[in-house]
Structures are given as structure tokens and as C-alpha cells.
């Protein structure tokens, strides 16, 4: 490759793939990586907490059935390896 146009390849502005939002202006710009994992994950974790502080005794009785269910799930499992050994 040509060296100058080599050198004009990396005075370029980087353009920015899918997903990327640019913040800043000028030559000290950078892109920051916007994970949608991220964002769907703090908007559970809101959504939790908002069920959490509106609906306490609601949210308590779920958290109670999903350990009830894993408990139950756990115990059959158990029940059937010693059925099989």
C-alpha cells in the first residue's frame, strides 16, 4: 500500500459501526460502545424495583412462589436419580 495514502487512511475520522453513538466534538471525540444487553438489563432491574416499592406484598408473594417452585423442581429431581440408581 501506498504510504501516503496510507497516512491518509489514519488522519480520518473513524466511522462508527452499527449500535455506536458518538459523543463529543472536535479531534478528542471518541465512539462509546451502547450495549443493548446493557440497557434492557437496567430497564429489568427498574421494572423490579419499581414492582418492588409499589407492590411489596405482590412482589413478596412472587419471589415466595418462584423459590416454592425451584424447591419443588429440585425435590423431583432429586426423587427421580435415586429412583434411577
Do not use: D, K
Request: hydrophobic share 45%; net charge positive; no cysteine.
Amino acid at each position: 500500500m501506498n504510504p501516503a495514502y496510507r497516512e491518509q487512511l489514519s488522519r480520518r475520522s473513524p466511522q462508527p459501526p452499527t449500535g455506536i453513538a458518538r459523543t463529543g466534538v472536535g479531534p478528542g471525540q471518541r465512539w462509546v460502545v451502547v450495549g443493548i444487553n446493557r440497557i434492557v438489563g437496567f430497564l429489568v432491574l427498574a421494572l423490579i424495583i419499581f414492582f418492588i416499592i409499589t407492590q411489596p406484598r405482590s412482589a413478596a408473594h412472587v419471589v415466595q412462589s418462584l423459590g416454592s417452585t425451584l424447591r419443588e423442581a429440585a425435590e423431583s429431581i432429586t426423587v427421580f436419580f435415586r429412583e434411577v440408581v
